[in-house]
């Protein structure tokens, strides 16, 4: 018995072997496959998205101010009261309790849910949901920053330091104009730099979800 033990201790510390090692990269595989989709979905949805949908659906957001906001809280609070009322019954229990093993069922698939997939799926449809909601801006709301750490970009695609109004300026963050110069010194004209802008943005935003989740 003592040798049948030490032979199965000696298989179970035998390296991996190739054969051993297809069905985690074929795993991988798929979830990078399955996040390029996510990807090329997404960035189709964008594309393909009418700007006039744009403009309609954030008018709608618009819609939604603090007194619209209390209002859905309060009817959210009265739904809540009643539902925890109707479940003191004994169907009520019944019925609670049955909506507890979907939720449970429910975060038990997200949970199973591969990091690669989660979070491709997280950055790309919060990226795509800022892009379309900045294309109803054309023209910048925060005037004073906005005009500033424009004349910073383009002064540092063009000029390869941030001046401005002819002087060299560094009481302002550099990074941020840094980082949109790109849009600056490729763009055909300041429309087209603009956009491209605020799609950066956009995406920059949506990847904070990467270093939340690694902290995590």
Known sequence: MCRNRRKRFAAEATPTTDAGRRP???????EIGIAAMIVAAIA????????????????????FGPVTALKT???V???????????LGTHGRAALASGDRAARWCLGSLARVPAVIGLTAIVMMAAGARILLVRAETAPRVFGDEVIYTELAKN??????????????????VLYPLFLSPAYGLASDGAAAFAAAKTMNA??????????????
């Open 24 to 30: 985690a990269a074929w795993r991988l595989a798929t």
């Open 44 to 63: 189709l949805t964008v594309r393909t998205w009418d700007p006039e949908l744009s403009h309609a659906l954030r008018e709608r957001l618009l819609l």
């Open 73 to 75: 809280a309060a009817a």
């Open 77 to 87: 609070a009265i739904v809540s009261a009643a539902l925890r009322l109707v479940s």
């Open 156 to 173: 540092i695609a063009s000029h390869g330091r941030p001046l401005l109004r002819g002087q060299l300026e560094i009481g302002y963050s």
């Open 203 to 216: 995406v920059a935003m949506a990847l904070t979800a990467i270093p939340t989740y690694a902290l995590a």
